[in-house]
């Protein structure tokens, strides 16, 4: 059972465009919300996240939008870059469970 | 750079055969989970070891064990391997338990299984 499921599974933004992913989780107990962004041979970095207290968090270009009715969240991109282009998951966590991750998203950035 | 190494980085093994992964987690850094990421798929949780006990486990086999030692360092492995455990296997070690916002990934191994 996924229980974090992400879209789309690959996306192409040209540079200076918004790239947005977007997340849906079933676990109600889930209280943590990552993203994070991962470049070929590396291990996954966090970039930025929610916890289900706010609608919105900016950092940068980067913002996250929470509704926790809909138990979606997503990923906004703004003013892309190619060295954006990586692959991002979104993950949950609640107490002290573990991190759950989506499957992905591999965005590439046109120059 | 985020103070979590692990060796080796690559990996090529036969089936049936058992493999040992090493990781050495940041200084301070008392629990460190293991996941499993297999090719175009999200990193999926194998277990967690908090003060050299294990302290959670995902839907893993036995044959998936793991060691936590007082200098911050861990080992996985992996007995009777199949052709499935081909993965990049990511350590992440974090400050304490519960802490998942300080959660810091190596760069992974990457198994072969042949």
């Known amino acids: 059972q996924q229980q974090v499921k992400q879209s789309p599974q690959s996306l192409i933004v040209q540079k200076g465009g918004i790239s947005i992913i977007n997340c849906a989780y079933e676990?109600?107990?889930?209280?943590?919300f990552p993203w994070y962004q991962q470049f070929p041979g590396k291990g996954p970095a966090l970039l930025i996240a929610?916890?289900?207290?706010?609608s919105e968090k900016k950092e940068g270009r980067f913002t996250i939008s929470f509704n926790k009715s809909a138990k979606q969240f997503s990923l906004h991109i703004m003013d892309s870059q190619p060295g954006d282009s990586a692959t991002y998951f979104c993950?949950?966590?609640?107490?002290?469970?573990?991190?759950?991750f989506g499957k992905g998203t591999m965005l590439l950035v046109s120059p | 750079e985020t103070g979590v190494t692990q060796s080796p980085t690559h990996l090529i093994k036969t089936r049936g055969q058992q493999v040992t992964l090493r990781c050495s987690s940041q200084?301070?850094?008392?629990?460190v989970s293991w996941y499993q990421q297999a090719l175009g798929q999200g990193p999926q949780f194998i277990f967690q070891?908090?003060?050299?006990?294990?302290?959670g486990r995902g839907n893993f086999p036995p044959r998936f064990s793991g060691l936590q030692f007082p200098n911050y360092s861990s080992e996985l492995n992996v007995n009777a391997l199949e052709l499935d455990d081909s993965a990049l296997y990511l350590c992440?070690?974090?400050?304490?338990?519960?802490?998942?916002?300080?959660?810091?990934f190596g760069s992974g191994t990457q198994l072969s299984v042949l």
């Open positions: 992440a070690s974090s400050l304490e338990l519960g802490r998942e916002e300080k959660l810091f």
């Open positions: 676990n109600t107990a889930f209280d943590y």
């Open positions: 929610i916890r289900p207290d706010v």
């Open positions: 993950a949950a966590s609640g107490g002290y469970s573990t991190l759950t």
């Open positions: 200084s301070g850094h008392n629990t």
């Open positions: 070891y908090y003060r050299e006990e294990e302290n």
